[in-house]
């Protein structure tokens, strides 16, 4: 499986709310960075971060570019079930087939015409 492969999987196991799927795409070292969380590991992030995939109705991705080797950033667009939508990029790392570390960027509020 190529390195975008992996991260497509990660983002389909979180908006189908599959644990045991997205556990299995996450090494025991990995690390998560975001406006809100400061390198937490896999226990964290899935303890605190994988159960806000409830608020999610949709999640587009718009982008995803693989990056030498071992990275990938994704740019999508996420409805909330608030009726919003958000953009965000995340920049990941991956090796052998496992994610390793992943920065989020937070981007803003979507504005339609």
């Known amino acids: 499986m190529s390195n975008t492969d992996v991260v497509r999987a990660m983002f389909a196991a979180y908006i189908a709310k599959d644990y045991d799927s997205a556990a299995k795409l996450i090494s ?5 960075t975001s ?3 400061d390198h937490i590991d ?3 992030f899935l303890e605190r971060c994988f159960p806000t995939a409830w608020r999610f109705t949709s999640l587009e991705i718009m982008e995803l ?3 030498g080797d071992d990275a ?4 999508y667009e996420y409805g909330l079930s608030t009726g919003d939508r958000y953009r965000n ?3 990941t790392t991956v090796h052998h087939e496992l994610l390793v ?9 979507v504005r339609r015409p």
Do not use: C
């Open 72 to 75: 990938v950033f994704v740019l």
């Open 28 to 32: 025991a070292e990995f690390s998560f």
């Open 101 to 109: 570390e992943t920065q989020v960027f937070f981007g803003g509020r």
């Open 35 to 37: 406006p809100q969380d």
């Open 42 to 44: 896999k226990a964290a």
């Open 65 to 67: 570019v693989a990056i």
């Open 89 to 91: 990029t995340e920049f």
